[in-house]
């Protein structure tokens, strides 16, 4: 048994969608995924993988370092208190060079903190599984479209996250190695490989109710992935969509944005 798979049909038009998570092999792909992805003429991620990125100028170089950075306050300040005492205990602990994180703004901190973690505590391998999507879509010569369509973009998208959500984004996070610390982390993490995905996880339920951030990484997005699937049906052929599982759960997840359009599906 593999994955569940969401499927949108309008006359000759499929978009099949694949809520991903993370994978140590690639058992995953089970014939009905294989099947669906072979049988489409277009791949959808979120995010360009490495191994296609084009290379940077030094001026798109430059506006993102100056996208990432803060110059009129550090890091820390840019929190409140109670995160602020937290990331401060934690960046400590990690071990992170205060010259490596002092001037970031919070979004870019996050993922200074969440690759200082991992390093410290090595996880079983993870095997992922946008690139994987990537690299046989270029085998069998398909089109790729991505939400963010570059690097330059998802840091111009996440530079605009308001200094709440921003602040938010940091407790989200600490929050989540705490509980990676205390082994409370969500339950069968691999289960969606198997068609176990949960209706929620603890995670997502904690962002809801951080309503800067939700918008931000949920809602705003999620609309955007339904209205390009929308499209997609309205102009013919056959999709296929890899996204993150979380996009595809809680009240603003891509099936109910869906919904609202009027967009019917069938789960497989």
């Given amino acids: 048994m593999g994955p569940k798979l969401l499927r ?9 969608i694949l809520g991903f998570g993370e994978a140590k092999d690639d058992s995953w792909f089970s014939p009905a995924v294989r099947t669906a992805f072979d049988q489409s003429d277009e791949l959808w991620l979120e995010t360009v993988p490495p191994f296609l990125a084009k290379p940077m100028t030094a001026e798109v170089h430059e506006k993102m370092d100056d996208l990432r950075h803060s110059k009129d306050k550090t890091f820390f300040e840019w929190l409140s208190p109670e995160v ?19 001037r970031l703004r919070p979004w870019s901190a996050y993922y200074t903190i969440m690759g200082a973690y991992f390093r410290q505590h090595p996880q079983a391998e993870t095997k992922y599984v946008d690139e994987f999507l990537a690299k046989r879509a270029v085998s069998e010569k398909k089109k790729i ?13 996440m530079a605009q996250m308001s200094p709440e959500a921003q602040n938010q984004y940091i407790s ?5 190695l705490d509980e990676q610390d205390k082994g409370l982390t969500d339950q069968d993490p691999y289960g969606w490989a198997t068609g176990r995905a949960p209706i929620m996880t603890p995670s997502l339920n904690r962002m809801i109710h951080m309503p800067e951030l939700y918008e931000v990484m ?20 056959r999709f296929f969509i890899g996204i993150g599982a979380l996009h595809l759960m809680g009240p603003a997840g891509i099936p109910n ?3 609202a359009l009027g967009v019917s599906f069938e789960e497989i």
């Avoid at 989200?172 to 989540?176: D, G, I, Q, S």
């Avoid at 609309?223 to 102009?235: C, F, M, R, S, Y």
């Fill in 8 to 16: 949108a049909t309008k006359a000759s038009s499929v978009v099949t």
């Fill in 84 to 102: 602020r005492s937290q990331a401060m205990k934690r960046v400590a602990e990690l071990g992170i060079d205060q010259k490596d994180i002092l």
């Fill in 145 to 157: 479209g991505f939400e963010n369509r570059s690097s330059e973009e998802f840091t111009e998208r």
């Fill in 172 to 176: 989200w996070l600490l929050t989540f």
């Fill in 218 to 237: 949920q809602t705003s997005r999620n609309k955007w992935w339904a209205n390009k699937i929308v499209e997609l049906l309205n102009q013919g052929g």
């Fill in 257 to 259: 944005q869906l919904k």
